[in-house]
């Protein structure tokens, strides 16, 4: 029979596995939306989403309310590290009858213990009196926390039952209470203050409770885990094994779907004591479990905590005495009668018979103290059991543990998780083999990671402390980032206001009287009509001024349209010696071209995408206004390009090039989408740089003779905003950048959107925030103050890893040289975001301008439009074409944009041009 006892007692390797899928499950369950009121395990969030640093400092209070003594706490941190606080503390029992008497009550004793605390501390208190003192709540109930410092509790338990608290906030009720206590209205209160009437209340001043503020509630589970976080080792997880069992972790916070919070980490409380109420632990509870349940207030109820809490173990053992006295198993001599008394066996005795397991004599002294005479057979058999039980208890701490361990290392997506863990309770401090099982049973269970148990002591007091620093930190960090980050947050007004101003520049470009002074320059393009898709024949494209040189041959034919290319380089010499040699270039690299693709004699027309800025007096011609990325060739500004290339041409003998059109990028771009989709009439770029065109009506176009159909405009936008008109929205980064460049004062819309800018724009943020201490610990980083070192495609990879992928963050930081802790992690990212979006929203303010200026042009209520977008920035950033969009629909409602991606632009679209050109002249 004690060897039966025994084996159900004992939990098989692989039914741990299941429980811990269970566990998982449940986890899972209890974080859902969905689910999260059917779930056993109920995943309560904390709001506590930060661990301590170590820079924490100042005076924090603490309350906590325990089984029958409230604890009043005072807690100094030095900023030092946590490494050695100084603490004062004072306990007060609670009355006889309180906890199931009225909730206000309970509330204004608790109030009375602070006030009575602060007024025997006062003098030791080394602040001024009109410091804030903030208090950190230690409320070890289950509660349905919204903030930090809201929290309704949902039931009581631990033998509390005071009325009017269930469904209420209970860090309100604290509040109220300490109002109250502290403007003197308590004297009327009930009976039950006369014991502590005689306290030195006279010294009690209104002005002390005054200064008490409550910043945090907390389960007493995290603030053992926060006691347990020092600089550089953060504390992860907490299991408290004591009178009740419970743990809590931090898990990432966007999986808290019941919490608001989307971003970092928040600290989840999972309440496990009731896993199992569902029924999946029934094959493991014994029948020895099954009477300890039945006796207890709330049978069915927190089968998991049950199993394990210190308040139940000594009831385990006691019906398993029971059990195998009846079986004939033990104490065949005399009959324990004893043992049918409830409690009569404690866990504490239980843990001594096992801490003493050399010999029984500590087994034989517990049995004789409850007045059995055991016999050598029964002593040992009663170890056995106390320590089956024990064991058990342990080892399913460890599967809960483990479950927690692998739910963290999934859903960080790390193929190790190393972490540590706080551990606190009766269960831990009194049995030597604790820590043990839990750490070589969550091994087994969990191998892929590695946790490290820290002992706690006292842990909830100085965690409340903790947390309450941490909130208050975090709070004055807040305040902190949003003053930096604040002018690069634009308002729907603030956008709107950009819209109205692009308008204006784009009227004063197109106006005859005012092109010359407007910033941006609506170049006329020459370009009358988008494709049709009639177009047919093999063209030449040259694509000049973007990464590469390159001769492209585009055949387009009623299937579509096919390409071949070449790259060639322009090397440095022939960028910058004079314009004959560079155009020679051009021509023998053309010849090149057309003799491998064995069409030395097929004479096509030819488009040219010329990347430079251009006073375009034709389709194919076109004045050189300034050479740009890296061009000097000498005597080419000012002069025709296209008869540059012809004046080659003739010169090298290559008399079959037939060059019909010049063209911009942007253009090309919008020309390659048209082919498409003929509702394409904008052109859009985002790489390095940002542009944009669109089919203006020719009677708009002040530049240009005629009145009738339209024209494409090349605007120029990146210089939107040199003549000042956006200085009120340039930030104290977006100046330095500019400063930085080589053209400082130009391109200023550009330099708050492009490729080239945003790394920089992100760099001088971090910049200021590691100045503020609020990066990397205020420690220096060389490295960033290089220039261009942060790379604009750091921004997806950053804004991408939505709470996962922070490992890559860490790489990129890493790379810098700067070690980032999580929380860096999440700031960096939000200042990526912030630029991003802000990128994004600017660019769409100038396209609003753009959609409905042709609306208006065309008379319509309602224009739909596509713009053909390339560029790297657009392409490949994870949030930038999104925000542009969902902006764009804001400031021009009337307006249905759809944007298509172009393919080769710059190549294809030139072709299209000269294709469009030739269709026109037929
Ligand atoms: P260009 O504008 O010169 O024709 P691209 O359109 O390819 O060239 O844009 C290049 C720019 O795109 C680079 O300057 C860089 O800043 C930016 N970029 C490159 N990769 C990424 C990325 N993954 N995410 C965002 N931006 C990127
Ligand atoms: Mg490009």
């Known amino acids: ?69 409230v604890r009043t706490l005072l807690v100094t941190l030095y900023g030092d590290g946590n490494l050695s606080p100084q603490m004062m503390y004072k306990i007060f029992d609670i009355p006889e009858g309180l906890t199931q008497g009225e909730g206000e009550a309970l509330f204004d004793f608790i109030a009375q213990c602070v006030s009575q605390f602060l007024a025997d501390t006062a003098s030791s208190d080394t602040s001024s009196s009109e410091e804030r003192l903030p208090l950190g709540f230690v409320f070890p109930f289950s509660c349905w926390q919204t903030q930090l410092d809201k929290a309704e509790l949902i039931s009581w338990s631990k033998g509390f039952s005071c009325s009017g608290v269930v469904g209420k906030d209970v860090v309100q009720l604290l509040k109220s209470a300490i109002n109250k206590v502290g403007g003197g209205g308590m004297e009327a209160s009930g009976g039950w203050l006369t014991p502590w009437r005689g306290w030195k209340s006279s010294q009690v001043t209104a002005g002390e409770l005054s200064r008490v503020d409550v910043v945090a509630l907390m389960n007493d589970t995290v603030g053992t885990m926060m006691t347990c976080s020092t600089e550089g080792r953060p504390c992860e997880i907490a299991v408290v094994a004591d009178k009740g069992s419970n743990c809590c972790f931090m898990a990432e916070a966007h999986l808290v779907e019941t919490a608001e919070e989307t971003s970092g980490r928040m600290c989840v409380n999972t309440e496990w004591g009731c896993f199992g109420d569902d029924g999946t632990l029934s094959d493991i509870v014994t029948p020895y479990d099954q009477c300890v349940d039945e006796e207890s207030p709330n049978p069915g ?27 004939k198993a033990i104490f065949t001599e005399s009959y324990p009668a004893i043992l049918k008394e409830k409690g009569v066996l404690t866990t504490q005795q239980v843990l001594q018979i096992l801490n003493n397991e050399e010999g029984t ?67 831990h401090q009194g049995y030597t083999r604790f820590e043990e099982i839990l750490q070589s049973v969550s091994k087994l269970l969990s191998p892929e990671c590695i946790a490290t148990l820290l002992p706690s002591r006292d842990g909830s007091g100085r965690g409340a402390a903790m947390v309450t620093a941490v909130a208050l930190r975090l709070a004055a960090q807040r305040c902190v980032v949003n003053e930096v ?60 001024g973007g990464t590469n040189f390159r001769v492209l041959l585009v055949r387009v034919t009623q299937e579509g349209i096919s390409m071949a290319s070449e790259i060639y380089v322009i090397p440095k010499s022939i960028m910058q010696g004079t314009g004959e040699a560079l155009f020679d270039h051009i021509i023998e690299c053309i010849m090149d071209f057309q003799q491998k693709q064995n069409m030395m004699m097929d004479i096509l027309p030819l488009g040219f995408t010329f990347s430079f800025p251009c006073q375009q007096v034709g389709l194919d011609k076109a004045l ?17 390009v296209v008869h540059l290339l012809r004046e080659a041409a003739q010169r090298k003998q290559h008399l079959g090039l037939k060059v019909v059109a010049l063209v911009n990028d942007t253009v090309g771009t919008m020309m390659s989408c048209g082919y498409d989709d003929p509702k394409c009439e904008i052109g859009l770029i985002v790489g390095t740089g940002t542009n944009a065109c669109y089919m203006e009506e020719m009677r708009n176009v002040g530049t240009v003779e005629g009145q009738q159909g339209r024209m494409c405009i090349n605007m120029e936008w990146g210089a939107f905003g040199d003549n000042g008109c956006l200085d009120h929205i340039f930030t104290h980064f977006d100046r330095i950048v500019d400063a930085d460049t080589i053209n400082p004062g130009k391109q200023r819309f550009e330099k708050l959107i492009s490729g080239m800018y945003l790394g920089e724009i ?17 420690k220096p980083c060389p490295k960033l103050e290089t220039k261009d070192i942060f790379k604009t495609k750091f921004l997806s990879t950053i804004e991408l890893s939505n709470g996962l992928a922070l490992r890559q963050i860490r790489a990129i930081l890493q790379e810098l040289d700067l070690d980032a802790s999580f929380e860096d992690s999440v700031l960096l990212r939000e200042v990526c975001q912030a630029v991003s979006l802000r990128a994004a929203q600017l660019c769409a303010a100038g396209l609003a301008a753009v959609v409905e200026k042709m609306r208006e042009n065309r008379g319509l209520d309602q224009l739909a439009v596509t713009v053909g977008v390339d560029g790297t920035l657009y392409k490949l950033h994870p949030c930038f074409s999104d925000n542009l969009q969902k902006t764009l629909q804001e400031l021009a409602p009337k307006c249905n944009v759809t944007f298509l991606l172009s393919e080769d632009g710059s190549g294809k679209g030139a072709a299209l041009v000269a294709a469009v050109a030739c269709r026109s002249a037929n």
Not at 301 to 327: C, D, M, P, Q, W
Not at 762 to 778: A, P, S, W
């Open 624 to 640: 050189l206004l300034t050479w740009t990325k890296g061009f000097s060739a000498s005597g080419c500004v000012g002069q025709d």
């Open 301 to 327: 109820e927190k089968r998991f905590e049950k199993l394990v809490g210190s308040l139940y173990l000594g009831e385990i053992v006691r019906h398993a005495l029971i059990a195998l006295t009846a079986e």
């Open 361 to 427: 004599s500590e087994a034989k002294r517990v049995m004789e103290s409850l007045g059995l005479q055991p016999s050598e057979r029964d002593c040992s058999r009663v170890q056995q059991i106390c320590r089956a039980v024990v064991c058990r208890a342990a080892t399913l701490y460890a599967t809960g543990l483990a479950a927690i361990l692998s739910y963290m290392c999934q859903t960080r997506e790390l193929e190790q998780l190393i972490v540590n863990v706080g551990v606190e309770g009766e269960l």
């Open 485 to 544: 980050l604040r002018p690069l947050r634009l308002s729907r007004a603030d956008l709107e206001q950009v819209q109205a101003l692009m308008r204006q520049e784009m009227e004063r470009g197109l106006g005859r009287n005012t092109h010359a002074t407007a910033s941006v320059r609506m170049l006329p393009t020459y370009v009358c009509n988008t494709p049709d898709g009639t177009e047919r024949g093999d063209f030449l494209a040259l694509d000049l």
């Open 762 to 778: 992100v760099r001088h943020i971090l910049l200021v925030l590691r100045e503020k201490e609020l990066l990397f610990q205020g």
């Open 1 to 69: 029979q004690i060897q039966r006892a025994l084996r159900s007692l004992t939990i098989p390797l692989e039914r741990l596995h299941i429980m811990k899928g269970h566990m998982m499950q449940d986890m899972c369950k209890g974080l859902s939306r969905q689910t999260y009121t059917q779930a056993k395990v109920r995943m309560l969030p904390t709001y506590v989403c930060s661990t301590p640093n170590g820079t924490e400092k100042g005076n924090f209070l603490v309350v906590e309310l325990c089984q029958s003594q």
